[in-house]
């Protein structure tokens, strides 16, 4: 399967305890993005990465939350110091751009990984 | 914050019938895209439309898109058990590559 791969699926952490989940995009894809989703909304952008840069950020991602993609294939998602509101599903995706017009086509996602604060 | 509002938020149909849900957004726009998300699982990309296109098909699947009313719509024809799902139309918009989501439209399906 070439898809995009999340581990682990699942996560139970008490709170205060650092998390880290990883992500592997499909392999021609040059862009890869996390998102987090809570029950009943649908998925809010926190960071996506060009190769190994992070180019964008959102104020949702707080300094307790780092990413990172270090040889521009697979990425972490480290979150520091957990809070029972970090519960959440975290997804990855991965998209590529078009080589000649810059344009980014659809992002495909992973299953995800549901976090669990106690 | 989230962008899109999709209409309507849950939506029951028998097997057979087709099912049609709006979304509606706030900025201007480079494609919109509609992903479908089973109970508890990862999303699954339906298809994209860009700005400068109005209506485009994939099999059972029909949308449309509005940039002057800052809407689209998605049309599933015959209906399957197997569609009962979250619906979420998302943007991406300006010089960002982020995708905004709503907060979805669940079908179900009934056989």
């Known amino acids: 399967d070439t898809g995009v791969s999340q581990d682990p699926r699942h996560k139970i952490t008490k709170r205060g305890q650092n998390v880290t989940f990883r992500c592997d995009p499909i392999s021609e894809h040059n862009r890869l993005y996390w998102y987090r989703q809570t029950l009943g909304q649908g998925p809010e952008f926190l960071t996506y990465f060009q190769n190994e840069a992070q180019l964008e950020k959102s104020r949702l991602l707080s300094d307790r939350f780092s990413a990172e993609r270090p040889k521009g294939s697979f990425s972490t998602l480290e979150i520091q110091r957990t809070e029972q509101g970090d519960s959440a599903m975290y997804l990855c995706?991965?998209?590529?751009?078009?080589?000649?017009?810059?344009?980014?086509?659809?992002?495909?996602f992973g299953p995800g990984t549901r976090l669990t604060v106690t | 914050s989230q962008q899109g509002e999709e209409d309507p938020q849950a939506l029951s149909i028998q097997e057979g019938e087709n099912a049609t849900m709006n979304c509606s957004y706030k900025?201007?726009?480079?494609?919109l895209q509609w992903y479908r998300q089973n109970s508890g699982r990862g999303l699954v990309h339906l298809i994209l439309i860009r700005s400068n296109e109005r209506e485009k098909h994939s099999g059972r699947l029909r949308v449309t898109l509005d940039t002057s009313k800052k809407s689209s719509s998605l049309l599933i024809t015959a209906s399957r058990a197997a569609d009962t799902a979250s619906y979420f139309c998302a943007t991406a918009q300006g010089g960002s590559e982020k995708l905004v989501f709503g907060k979805g439209t669940k079908l179900t399906v009934n056989p």
């Open positions: 995706a991965s998209s590529s751009t078009n080589p000649t017009s810059g344009g980014t086509y659809e992002q495909y």
């Open positions: 900025t201007s726009i480079n494609n």
